[in-house]
């Protein structure tokens, strides 16, 4: 066996990894979401695929976020390939649940937890021409199950930190991974530098596609309905992905700011505690949007809050400033790319260490961070007293997206001509 201790550190860690999450399961709704799909799994896949006579494209996604930023390439896959079938398979419960039924796939299904046995029976049952990777949620068996069937494997939309497994010596194991791939797709400079210090090749900086999927949904942008009604002439920001903390921001400027102004938020979690406690705290000067008719009168109150999965992207049209969540935990921000993209002025917490695009929204002056309650005050009253600053900002930040866009084209010309 190559690499012994390697290959024992990392099936010990996967192993007791999916032990947790199950022990986790009898106390956390989100774990037991995981668990729950895991059941008769490897029997729905075996038979969901031997009704297909098709050649199949594997894609490989997290959760919701990597499916959408991997949206446009799978697009462009089913362009050129029409005659495929377009297989996607998810680890996490919330991009399962929001995408399975999604029109551009015509197959979905959750990961079975990894082992050398479930790589094989799922490989074989899905039994790819081609398969793709975005982003991260890279599993040894899986990967080297695919390499040894001599599947074609591209990795899209890396991104790789000096401090990760894959770049330090005990990394030997964990760079058969990255080995594994045909082709990597690097984000940005940084992460092409790290992959040739361990002496991968085979990849090229292509950029972020969630540029490219952020300008399909503004193309593809719909009206909402009662969201125009809710805002009338007010000056409206949008909280996307909010956590507490975020969302007590809000509740600290509009208990100090003396200008009617409209708020939506649209937290991270959506379940019945979340949004009661939303609602707690805003108290009689909210409403959510499952609530509203035609008969609901909206102009007396504050805050929207939005109670269903899918629409943030949607609503970002809708505000002059965006607030998003998550910058106040590590590894934690949201996408602020749907916010830019729509023409909004944004603001976030400080921690910004893994999200570059992030980074360079506050260095090109598009972005601000957040320290704490008052510096969100104060940059509220600054925005909603300025039309003109604000105007300014919506326009770099659609430059910004625009500059950026393109790395699915990219993609999409090297994957073929290795193919």
């Avoid at 066996?1 to 999916?18: E, H």
């Avoid at 015509?106 to 082992?115: I, K, N, Q, W």
């Avoid at 990777?133 to 930190?161: E, H, S």
């Avoid at 300014?392 to 500059?403: H, P, R, T």
């Amino acid at each position: 066996m190559q690499n012994p201790i390697g290959y024992f550190l990392y099936t010990s860690i996967s192993a007791s990894y999916f032990l947790l999450v199950k022990l986790a399961a009898n106390f956390n709704k989100r774990a037991k979401d995981l668990v729950d799909g895991q059941k008769g799994l490897i029997e729905i896949i075996i038979q969901g695929e031997s009704k297909s006579q098709h050649k199949n494209i594997w894609f490989h996604v997290a959760s919701l976020g990597e499916f959408e930023q991997g949206r446009p390439v799978m697009e462009a896959i089913k362009k050129k390939f029409p005659d495929h079938r377009l297989v996607v398979t998810f680890f996490s419960p919330s991009g399962y649940q929001a995408k399975h039924n999604d029109t551009l796939i015509d197959a979905a299904y959750y990961l079975p937890f990894e082992s050398k046995k479930n790589a094989l029976i799922v490989c074989n049952a899905i039994s790819p021409v081609m398969a793709f990777y975005v982003k991260y949620d890279l599993w040894y068996w899986y990967i080297q199950t695919l390499k040894n069937n001599n599947v074609p494997l591209f990795l899209i939309a890396a991104q790789f930190r000096p401090n990760q497994i894959f770049f330090k010596k005990l990394g030997a194991f964990q760079r058969n991974i990255l080995n594994a791939f045909t082709y990597i797709f690097c984000q940005n400079q940084s992460s092409l530098d790290l992959l040739h210090t361990i002496n991968i090749k085979q990849t090229m900086l292509s950029g972020d596609n969630r540029y490219d999927r952020v300008v399909q949904t503004v193309e593809n942008q719909k009206e909402l309905p009662y969201i125009k009604e809710f805002i009338g002439a007010h000056f409206t920001t949008i909280v996307g992905s909010s956590y507490e903390i975020e969302e007590a921001m809000v509740e600290f400027a509009i208990q100090r700011i003396d200008q009617k102004l409209k708020f939506i938020i649209a937290p991270h979690f959506v379940n019945q505690e979340r949004i009661t406690a939303i609602q707690k705290r805003f108290k009689g000067n909210c409403i959510t949007y499952s609530s509203i008719n035609n008969e609901t009168q909206l102009e007396n109150t504050s805050v929207l809050i939005i109670d269903s999965i899918g629409l943030l992207a949607k609503l970002y049209k809708y505000g002059q400033l965006a607030f998003i969540g998550g910058g106040f935990k590590e590894n934690g921000l949201h996408n602020s790319l749907e916010a830019a993209a729509f023409g909004s002025a944004i603001c976030f917490g400080p921690k910004l260490k893994r999200f570059p695009e992030a980074q360079e929204l506050v260095q090109q002056h598009i972005a601000k961070t957040i320290q704490e309650p008052k510096d969100f005050l104060h940059l509220l009253q600054q925005y909603a007293n300025n039309e003109k600053l604000t105007k300014q900002l919506a326009n770099k930040s659609v430059e910004f997206v625009a500059y950026n866009k393109g790395a699915t084209e990219r993609v999409i010309e090297k994957v073929v001509a290795l193919l």
